[in-house]
């Protein structure tokens, strides 16, 4: 027993040494015990990191602020008027999306609306929104107040779907199914991809496809995804896609979010949508008197002037991501996860209940468990032995070990940690 525990260890040891992403933790603030150790950090999916290169590049626009004023909209050492563009290549390669089809902007709740505005038409029957019935909560608000903004009930017209009795996660067929049994009445596919509570991962071209070819528009929720798994937003054929950068992304609290908007709507001006100055033509914006006249692609769903405060630590962060890629990233996480549930299945303990998919195409970082008969407490002892994970009442622990800054190591010491603490209970 004793020597199969050094031999996974050992194998941790190895697989950290050999890291091509090893030199990636540094680079990154890892918040400290009292005892001046690092915790583990498995809270990535909630709030990415500060990289040490943020503070350099927001005190570069403190500075340009502080001796330029106004003038630093155009001579700032990166001017500030085409500030957001800056983001847009590299943002657009993380997602797998053309850069006219990408824009960063506001923050994701908001861009969920400004989707909708433009992609939830209700007409006639076709006036349903399905989506997950563990859909993150602010979405369920979202949708439900869109509804209601048409004038209609959700009682009858937001459909969710729910895992079967017993089970965690939505198997792919049934997701056909309700499209199938549905389509007809359903005038918005909107699904958290991955979603946050199981860590399960869709097929975003197969739903596309199903939704489309019932005639229904199809848009993602990609909080959980960007940034953690590979996607490719344009050939997934989506409508929209919408996500916040403060999770894997490690662009601070609150920070601005993202939007992608397939190259097919771009320029449509049939699409009702709510307009400001930054969307207008950017040769003219400044003539304040012109009527409206749409950027081509997804920058003409901006209305406002960016935070540049809060953008200039998303580009900081992003050129990590440039840097890396996100097939390299992709690879790490999920050896990292297979080793998680590697090592929670050696368990062998009847408590423990792995929510997410142990299929690697259905997943991303996150593992979520479920320790039965088990309370905050459990919680509590993890963050006191030195690790910080997110809690879902009553009994869920996610831990998402985050290519970027995470070992190999800190996923033996988890489990070692749990189990100890199981034993102890
Ligand atoms: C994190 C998250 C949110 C939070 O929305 P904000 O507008 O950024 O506060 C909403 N939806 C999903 C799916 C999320 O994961």
């Known amino acids: 027993m004793e020597e199969e525990k050094i031999d996974v260890q050992a ?17 990154f603030y890892l918040p400290k015990q009292a005892n001046g150790e690092p915790y583990v950090y498995f809270c990535g999916n909630s709030l990415g990191l500060q990289p040490k290169s943020v503070k350099e590049a927001v005190n570069q626009e403190l500075l340009d602020w502080q001796n330029l004023g106004v003038e630093g909209h155009l001579q700032a050492k990166n001017p500030w008027l085409p500030y957001h563009e800056y983001l847009t290549p590299a943002m657009a390669k993380m997602v797998g999306a053309k850069e006219h089809e990408v824009v960063v ?30 859909a993150f909560p602010s979405d369920r608000y979202a949708v439900t107040s869109q509804i209601r903004y048409h004038g209609l009930d959700p009682t009858d017209c937001l459909i969710a779907l729910a895992p079967r009795t017993g089970e965690h996660c939505l198997r792919p067929e049934d997701i056909a199914e309700s499209i199938k049994q549905h389509g007809d009445s359903i005038a918005l596919i909107l699904i958290g991809n991955t979603n946050y509570y199981t860590g399960q991962y869709f097929d975003m071209k197969a739903i596309t496809k199903l939704g489309h070819d019932l005639g229904c528009t199809v848009g993602f929720d990609c909080a959980h995804a960007a940034g953690n798994v590979a996607l490719q937003l344009h050939d997934s054929g989506a409508d929209f896609a919408v996500w916040c950068s403060y ?159 995470n070992t190999f190591q800190e996923v033996f010491m988890f489990v070692e940690i749990l189990k100890s603490l199981l034993v102890d209970e």
């Open 11 to 27: 194998y941790a040891m190895q697989k950290d040494q050999e890291d091509p992403l090893k030199g990636y933790r540094n680079q």
């Open 105 to 134: 902007m506001n923050t994701l709740s908001v861009n969920l609306h400004l989707m909708m505005v433009s992609f939830y038409q209700p007409k006639g029957d076709r006036n349903k929104i399905l989506i997950e019935s563990d």
């Open 247 to 405: 999770k894997y992304l490690n662009a601070g609290p609150g920070s601005i979010g993202a939007c992608f908007v397939h190259e097919r709507h771009g320029n449509r001006t049939d699409l009702p949508k709510f307009t400001g100055w930054w969307g207008h033509n950017k040769e003219t914006r400044f003539g304040m008197r012109d009527a409206y006249d749409p950027i081509p692609g997804a920058e003409s769903w901006q209305l406002s002037n960016p935070p540049i405060l809060s953008i200039a630590a998303v580009w900081a962060s992003l050129k990590l991501f440039d840097e890396v890629g996100m097939d390299a990233l992709t690879r790490k996480s999920l050896e990292l996860t297979g080793y998680l549930l590697a090592l929670i299945d050696s368990l062998d303990n009847p408590r423990i209940e792995v929510l997410t998919p142990l299929d690697p195409n259905q997943r991303g970082s996150q593992v979520s468990i479920r320790v039965k008969d088990s309370g905050k407490s459990l919680f509590d002892e993890l963050y006191n032995n030195g690790i910080i994970a997110d809690w879902r009442e009553p009994d869920v622990i996610r831990v998402a070990p985050v290519p970027f800054y």
